[in-house]
């Protein structure tokens, strides 16, 4: 007869004495011990010292205005700052600098932040929805689905001399709701959509509508179109003017102003679909119709802006590090990190090959694609979001 062991699945490991007989329990059993009795590598993540959120928000708008006034300032024609201010105050008066600024310069600036801002918002919501930090806009196929239209408006030639102006940006949204309907009907099934469903069903449709695309030029035998279109693929916000901002600015205060109402339910799902339904969430139906939200902000977003990458997947997890994750907190921040993130693209895009005209695109993807690499291997595995 062996003592002190107890067999467990043909192992004898070693048995916990049982308490002594009128023992009474330790007072702070079955309470949370607090960050002093946690691991401490989990105490020190939890103490991590973050900086007040209006500092935070403060600084993020003060470094927006700062960008923002620098890139009226330079590009291919550098204006000097004391014309600048006198062209946005209303003291200059008509000059080839005043018709810069405030035409050409102000639009494509205000441009890049409302779509900087709408991308990062709604990164930050797929990425509650289906608890993936890999997910972004362009999981959807909705930046896809944008380019399919844009290149079938050139390749057919709808809207004659008007194509860039109104029927390029309005295939591109036709285009963008063609890959949201094909995403949302390949995910649902049997009444319900899943995160991982979501996924494969926007990589699979994003790679359909690419291969279109491609197809539709070659197709077409049109070789002007292949630069245009590849510009738009890239994305960029050369083509701004101040009767495109009105949709994406008014989108983007509608669909922030909504999602901020449901920041306890995005809160939810952070913690599982299971405990978010036990706390009385009808997770299928939030989840679709959030999808859906996502969906018609970002194809608005790419409609104006064509596809930009990696904004709506790095603002969100930067807003995290500075703020931490109650949504109510996070999307304010991600907005403001999302707009800053895109005018310093575009700055860039405007002055590194001065006059030639960088697509954004490919600037967030050079310098979002190392970070989310170096984000990726400084989380532990397995962490949550």
Known sequence: MTTGTRETDGRDTPATPPAPTGAKPHPGAGKDPGPAGRPAAEARRTAVGRLPYPVVVIGLLVALALTSLVSLALGSVRIPPGQVLDALTGRAGPSPYRTIVLDVRLPRVLLGAVVGAGLAVVGAVLQALVRNRLADPFL?????????????????????????????????????????????????????????????????????????????????????????????????????????????????????????????????????????????????????????????????????????????????????????????????????GGALALVLADLAARTVAAPQDIPVGVLTALTGGPFFLWLMRRRPEGASL
Do not use: N
């Open 140 to 336: 959807l196929g909705v930046s896809s689905g944008a380019s399919a239209g844009a290149v079938l408006v050139l390749v057919i030639g709808i809207g004659g001399g008007i194509t860039t102006t109104l029927a390029l940006p309005a295939g591109a949204f036709a285009g963008a709701l063609v890959s949201l309907v094909l995403v949302y009907g390949l995910a649902r099934r049997g009444g319900t959509m899943t995160g991982t469903r979501l996924v494969l069903a926007g990589v699979a449709v994003s790679y359909i509508l690419s291969a279109l695309a491609t197809l539709l030029l070659v197709v077409a035998g049109r070789p002007e179109h292949f630069q245009e279109a590849l510009y738009w693929t890239l994305g960029g916000l050369g083509s701004a003017r101040w009767d495109t901002l009105v949709l994406p600015a008014a989108v983007l205060a509608l669909g922030v102003g909504v999602l901020l109402t449901l920041a306890r339910p995005l809160d939810l799902l952070l913690v599982g679909e299971e405990s978010a339904t036990v706390l009385g969430l009808d997770t299928p139906r939030f989840r679709a119709a959030v999808f859906v939200l996502a969906s018609l902000v970002t194809a608005v977003m790419v409609a104006a802006s064509g596809a930009v990458g990696f904004v709506g997947l790095m603002a969100p997890h930067a807003a995290r590090l500075a703020v931490g994750a109650p949504h109510r907190r996070l999307l304010p921040v991600a907005a403001l």
